[in-house]
């Protein structure tokens, strides 16, 4: 069994910060990509950051320069530190993440935390 846990969401005003983490526990082999995605209501989920195991990393242009996606392998945990926080960052984002486990490699899915960006 495989759980992915979410936290750091919450409400913050344009131009603030927030710090997401994201703690993969249970049978875990190895962990490949570990990636944010975030969903916007009536909005198709979209990915927001991705980064390897070796550290390799991509983003959305909507936040390149702004938000920043690392991992601490040793801790299965990936983080989203978003800074200059705007309006239209508001929504559910998610963490992914590729996981090995014994005889099998699945993509899990955290709950999902709500961050809304609002004077």
């Known amino acids: 069994q495989v759980q992915l846990v979410e936290s750091g969401g919450g409400s913050v005003q344009p131009g603030g910060s927030l710090r997401l983490s994201c703690a993969a526990s249970?049978?875990?082999?190895?962990?490949?990509?570990m990636a944010w995605y975030r969903q916007a209501t009536e909005n198709q989920r979209e990915l927001v950051a991705a980064?390897?195991?070796?550290?390799?990393?991509n983003y959305a242009d909507s936040v390149k320069g702004r938000f920043t996606i690392s991992r601490d392998n040793t801790k299965n945990t990936v983080y989203l530190q978003m800074n200059s926080l705007k309006p239209e960052d508001t929504a559910v984002y998610y963490c992914?993440?590729?996981?090995?486990?014994?005889?099998?490699?699945?993509?899990?899915w955290g709950q999902g935390t709500q961050v809304t960006v609002s004077s």
């Open positions: 980064v390897t195991r070796g550290g390799t990393t």
């Open positions: 992914n993440a590729n996981i090995r486990t014994i005889g099998r490699r699945d993509d899990y």
């Open positions: 249970g049978s875990i082999f190895s962990i490949g990509v």
